[in-house]
């Protein structure tokens, strides 16, 4: 999550290009508008920002959709790589309990086992009850991935919506239902996180296109014509990505108010709309600034929550290898220590030697 949304954060938080930078410069030449609305070349310049707005809304919603194609790309492989890992781990499960069936020790397939699981919980969620002495693994939902020998592969279908969708080993859906690792955070991302900012950003494309087009219809362009639609949505899919400007010229700005040719009055009107609020609550450019708001949130929380997990998984490493590992620092020194009570170990050995040795050679004097 916290990798897909710093691309995202990226492509939106820039101050001289971008949505916001567009729709601040598509009114400021507007306003421009207002003392020569003949000149043909401020009309230019608005036409040119009005294409730049919507070539600005296209990669926008160009970023957020990548954003989601590379997690649902995500899911798929991930779970190729846990039925793999899966997969050796049921494999070892059966080398361990048959060596030691034959008297043998396991401890090497174990560790190896641990660290092939400590993999699989990278990605994803896995919970772990022992039975007889061997983990038995499943997903955070309770679909099996490894019971003794034996590793249940997880499927991947695509849905209608095309995204790709995760079943268990007996066909159920639990896309979900599937929390943590990689795989977690892909599905949460992709299903929950990027579909709301997109929605967010549509909502922004369509509205003020809508805005924009009726300020157009209350006034005339340069010609006297009634003022016709700026922007055009598409009815169907993301307006954020279809939105396109529908003025072929800058004659269509309907500056005009009574159809005059030199006419300013409805150059307000086409202004009021950068401060009107829209149906989302706000104007266009507060608008706009609550999307970006919302992708730095949702990208500090992935951030502050990699940070935490990322603190706590190294705290419990440490315990873990304070209780398991070897210490390349405390080693030498223990190799020191047992080296040091050998020696003196020996020496008392030795003492008594020779005591037993003179204690011997007087008893046989004495004899």
Same mark, same amino acid.
């Given at each position: 999550?916290?990798?897909?949304?710093?691309?995202?954060?990226?492509?939106?938080?820039?101050?001289?290009?971008?949505?916001?930078?567009?729709?601040?410069?598509?009114?400021?030449?507007?306003?421009?508008?207002?003392?020569?609305?003949?000149?043909?070349?401020?009309?230019?310049?608005?036409?040119?920002?009005?294409?730049?707005?919507?070539?600005?809304?296209?990669?926008?919603?160009?970023?957020?959709?990548?954003?989601?194609?590379?997690?649902?790309?995500?899911?798929?492989?991930?779970?190729?790589?846990?039925? &793999?890992?899966?997969?050796?781990?049921?494999?070892?499960?059966?080398?361990?309990?048959?060596?030691?069936?034959?008297?043998?020790?396991?401890?090497?397939?174990?560790?190896?086992?641990?660290?092939?699981?400590?993999?699989?919980?990278?990605?994803?969620?896995?919970?772990?009850?022992?039975?007889?002495?061997?983990?038995?693994?499943?997903?955070?939902?309770?679909?099996?991935?490894?019971?003794?020998?034996?590793?249940? !592969?997880?499927?991947?279908?695509?849905?209608?919506?095309?995204?790709?969708?995760?079943?268990?080993? !007996?066909?159920?859906?639990?896309?979900?239902?599937?929390?943590?690792?990689?795989? @977690?955070?892909?599905?949460?991302?992709?299903?929950?996180?990027?579909?709301?900012?997109?929605?967010?950003?549509?909502?922004?494309?369509?509205?003020?296109?809508?805005?924009?087009?009726?300020?157009?219809?209350?006034?005339?362009?340069?010609?006297?014509?009634?003022?016709?639609?700026?922007?055009?949505?598409?009815?169907?899919?993301?307006?954020?990505? +279809?939105?396109?400007?529908?003025?072929?010229? @800058?004659?269509?700005?309907?500056?005009?108010?009574?159809?005059?040719?030199?006419?300013? +009055?409805?150059?307000?009107?086409?202004?009021?709309?950068?401060?009107?609020?829209?149906?989302?609550?706000?104007?266009?450019?507060?608008?706009?600034?609550?999307?970006?708001?919302?992708?730095?949130?949702?990208?500090?929380?992935?951030?502050?929550?990699?940070?935490?997990?990322?603190?706590?998984?190294?705290?419990?490493?440490?315990? !873990?290898?304070?209780?398991?590992?070897?210490?390349?620092? &405390? &080693?030498?020194?223990?190799?020191?220590?047992? !080296?040091?009570?050998?020696?003196?170990?020996?020496?008392?050995?030795?003492?008594?030697?020779?005591?037993?040795?003179?204690?011997?050679?007087?008893?046989?004097?004495?004899?």
């Amino acid at each position: 999550q916290n990798t897909l949304l710093t691309q995202i954060n990226t492509a939106f938080s820039g101050t001289t290009t971008g949505i916001g930078a567009s729709l601040s410069t598509l009114f400021s030449d507007i306003s421009a508008l207002s003392t020569d609305p003949s000149d043909s070349s401020a009309r230019q310049t608005i036409l040119s920002d009005a294409n730049a707005l919507a070539d600005a809304f296209h990669q926008g919603a160009a970023a957020l959709s990548n954003a989601s194609s590379a997690a649902n790309q995500q899911v798929s492989s991930t779970v190729a790589q846990v039925n &793999e890992l899966s997969q050796q781990i049921a494999d070892l499960n059966g080398q361990i309990a048959s060596g030691e069936a034959n008297g043998e020790s396991g401890g090497a397939l174990a560790d190896q086992r641990d660290e092939l699981t400590t993999q699989l919980a990278q990605l994803i969620g896995v919970s772990t009850i022992q039975t007889d002495g061997t983990p038995t693994l499943t997903t955070t939902n309770g679909s099996p991935l490894v019971v003794g020998d034996s590793s249940y !592969q997880l499927q991947v279908t695509t849905a209608p919506d095309g995204t790709a969708h995760v079943m268990d080993g !007996q066909g159920n859906d639990i896309t979900d239902e599937l929390s943590g690792g990689s795989l @977690g955070g892909a599905i949460a991302a992709r299903d929950n996180t990027l579909p709301a900012l997109a929605q967010q950003l549509d909502a922004l494309a369509s509205q003020f296109a809508a805005a924009m087009n009726n300020a157009q219809a209350n006034g005339f362009d340069l010609n006297g014509n009634p003022g016709a639609a700026m922007f055009t949505v598409p009815t169907m899919g993301s307006a954020a990505a +279809g939105i396109t400007a529908a003025l072929t010229s @800058g004659s269509q700005i309907a500056a005009s108010s009574d159809g005059s040719s030199g006419g300013s +009055g409805n150059v307000k009107a086409l202004l009021d709309v950068q401060s009107t609020s829209l149906p989302c609550g706000a104007n266009p450019t507060d608008s706009y600034a609550s999307l970006v708001g919302n992708i730095g949130f949702a990208g500090s929380q992935a951030s502050s929550s990699l940070a935490a997990t990322t603190s706590s998984l190294q705290q419990l490493t440490s315990q !873990q290898e304070g209780e398991s590992g070897v210490s390349i620092d &405390e &080693e030498p020194s223990n190799l020191i220590r047992y !080296q040091q009570a050998y020696s003196a170990s020996a020496r008392v050995i030795s003492t008594i030697n020779d005591i037993y040795a003179t204690l011997m050679n007087m008893s046989l004097g004495e004899l």
